[in-house]
């Protein structure tokens, strides 16, 4: 049974940092790319971040580039986004999901992905 199990989140002041994890399990984990999305209350989800950890290709959205991080420890088959100088605006749940893909290969269309989290909250107070 596939399952991504997202933790990290919270409440933070502007600014500040937050690491989420996305634990993944019954797959095999470098055939498949890992997204990070978001949704806020009243807005469409959308692509925050991606990876393949069989090559180690990233993406990022151009609103989070230079402030979050995505990394991959495939030994503990969990991938983790970085995220640092918080506004305001990154206030949502953020889920991840799973897609079998090629490496460097990562859809950012939400619908791409089959697997999904349940989702963790991130909150950042101006």
């Known amino acids: 049974e596939v399952q991504l199990v997202e933790s990290g989140g919270g409440l933070v002041q502007a600014g500040g940092s937050l690491r989420l994890s996305c634990a993944a399990s019954?797959?095999?984990?470098?055939?498949?790319?890992i997204g990070w999305f978001r949704q806020a209350p009243g807005k469409e989800r959308e692509g925050v971040s991606g990876?393949?950890?069989?090559?180690?290709?990233?993406l990022y959205a151009d609103s989070v580039k230079g402030r979050f991080t995505i990394s991959s420890d495939n030994a503990k088959n969990t991938v983790y986004l970085q995220m640092n100088s918080l506004k305001p605006e990154d206030t949502a749940v953020y889920y991840c999901?799973?897609?079998?893909?090629?490496?460097?290969?990562?859809?950012?269309?939400?619908?791409?992905?089959?697997?999904w989290g349940q989702g963790t909250q991130v909150t950042v107070s101006s």
């Open positions: 019954g797959f095999t984990f470098d055939d498949y790319a």
């Open positions: 990876v393949t950890s069989s090559d180690g290709s990233t």
């Open positions: 999901a799973a897609v079998l893909s090629s490496p460097g290969s990562i859809p950012f269309a939400a619908q791409s992905y089959d697997y």
